[in-house]
Nanobody, 124 residues
Framework: QVQLVESGGGLVQAGGSLRLSCAGS????????LGWFRQAPGKEREFVAA????????DYADSVKGRFSISRDNSKNTVYLQMNSLKPEDTAVYYC?????????????????WGQGTQVTVSS
């Protein structure tokens, strides 16, 4: 069982940066693959980024590639999403998730545990 709690969301102007954090519980946190997803109003939840259990490999949605960076610190049971050059279309609730698949995974059904989400709003 893994519990996930996101933080770091907020309001930022276009072109700005935010860093999201997701703290996980459980001694086996380091064995899970981790991902970030987002859901804008009226839209389905979509994949943003994912990282393997070791942090050695990562995957990104085309829409954020080159602007966002995912990382993890297993000693702190935490995964991060560094978001740079933010755009108004990045506005959404951002969720972190954990999967027993140890490699980066893109699909919502691949994930076993979800956080409650944190709001990111980018103003133009």
């Amino acid at each position: 069982q893994v519990q996930l709690v996101e933080s770091g969301g907020g309001l930022v102007q276009a072109g700005g940066s935010l860093r999201l954090s997701c703290a996980g519980s459980g001694r086996t946190f380091s064995s899970y693959g981790l991902g970030w997803f987002r859901q804008a109003p009226g839209k389905e939840r979509e994949f943003v980024a994912a990282i393997s259990w070791s942090g050695g490999s990562a995957d990104y949605a085309d829409s954020v590639k080159g602007r966002f960076s995912i990382s993890r610190d297993n000693s702190k049971n935490t995964v991060y999403l560094q978001m740079n050059s933010l755009k108004p279309e990045d506005t959404a609730v951002y969720y972190c998730a954990a999967t027993v698949r140890r490699i980066p995974a893109r699909g919502n059904p691949d994930y076993n545990y979800w956080g409650q989400g944190t709001q990111v709003t980018v103003s133009s």
